[in-house]
């Protein structure tokens, strides 16, 4: 499943569709909500919204837990949220006044197959590529966020990072060096440029080489390498195990047939 694919399941209220999916780019899966009680809590909801809009959207199911396989997480067991312990409206308005500028379009809603599979998801559409979300500096204290202090969360693989401070700290060193003190518009270009290099490369569409057998991931590539130059051409589903073999299919190059 793709990330609209994602989209569409929860929507029509099929939670249990993302079992067994791999955490990434574009998806986080939490067991429980956040307790917003907490305010590390809050902090942690408005870093985890705004590295999904610092790194193309995504979505955050809150009710799934997960477990490690391959290196990885992967969607595993869905915990269902009481309705009672999420006010969606308590949600969407933290992250208004938390991110900054508020992503647009981001949607929080339940998806619950009526069935005892229930869940909260964060859907973060794809925002303006040049526009750069931030937070405040993460205290654990009560209270409105601050406004004399940034952090700027991404999203890489599967995980949320704050861009190093030592990254932020070279870059306004060198426009210091160069122009001076910045003003706040060159302050935000430069925030601009650092999340840009530190945004990963959008992840290729379709299986991939090795995708859906880790444990034999570098098995596969290396077979793979060695037989492209014969005419193989992209993968054409997952691998998997028949027997002793590891296996994966490929469209041929040249006449577009399974190879």
């Given at each position: ?135 405040a500096a993460p205290t654990g204290k009560p209270g409105a966020p601050r406004t004399d202090t940034v952090a700027v969360p ?10 190093p401070r030592t990254e932020l700290q070279r870059l306004l060193s060198n426009a210091v060096a160069s122009s001076g003190m ?78």
């Amino acid at each position: 499943m793709d990330l609209e694919a994602v989209r569409v399941a929860l929507r029509a209220q099929d939670p249990t569709a993302l079992l067994e999916l791999p955490e990434g780019q574009w998806l986080d899966a939490k067991g429980a909500p956040y307790e917003l009680r907490n305010p590390r809590a809050v902090e942690e909801l408005a870093k985890d919204v705004a590295a999904f809009a610092n790194g193309g959207g995504g979505v955050i199911v809150v009710g799934i837990t997960t477990r490690v396989q391959g290196g990885g997480e992967v969607l595993d067991t869905v915990c269902s949220v009481d309705r009672s312990s999420v006010d969606l409206d308590q949600w969407r308005k933290l992250i208004r006044e938390h991110v900054t500028p508020a992503p647009r379009g981001t949607s929080v809603e339940w998806s619950d197959d009526g069935h005892g599979a229930r869940v909260v998801y964060i859907d973060v559409p794809a925002q303006d590529p040049d526009c750069l979300f931030v937070v405040a500096a993460p205290t654990g204290k009560p209270g409105a966020p601050r406004t004399d202090t940034v952090a700027v969360p991404v999203r890489e693989a599967d995980g949320t990072h704050w861009l190093p401070r030592t990254e932020l700290q070279r870059l306004l060193s060198n426009a210091v060096a160069s122009s001076g003190m910045p003003t706040p518009q060159v302050l935000a270009e430069l925030l601009h440029e650092a999340v840009a290099r530190a945004r990963p490369e959008p992840a290729p569409a379709g299986p991939q080489v090795g995708q859906g057998l880790s444990s034999r991931r570098q098995e596969v590539r290396e077979a793979y390498e060695q037989l492209r130059a014969a005419g193989l051409g992209q993968p054409a589903g997952e691998a998997y195990v028949r027997g002793p073999a590891a296996i994966q299919e490929f469209e041929a190059s040249r006449e577009g047939q399974p190879g």
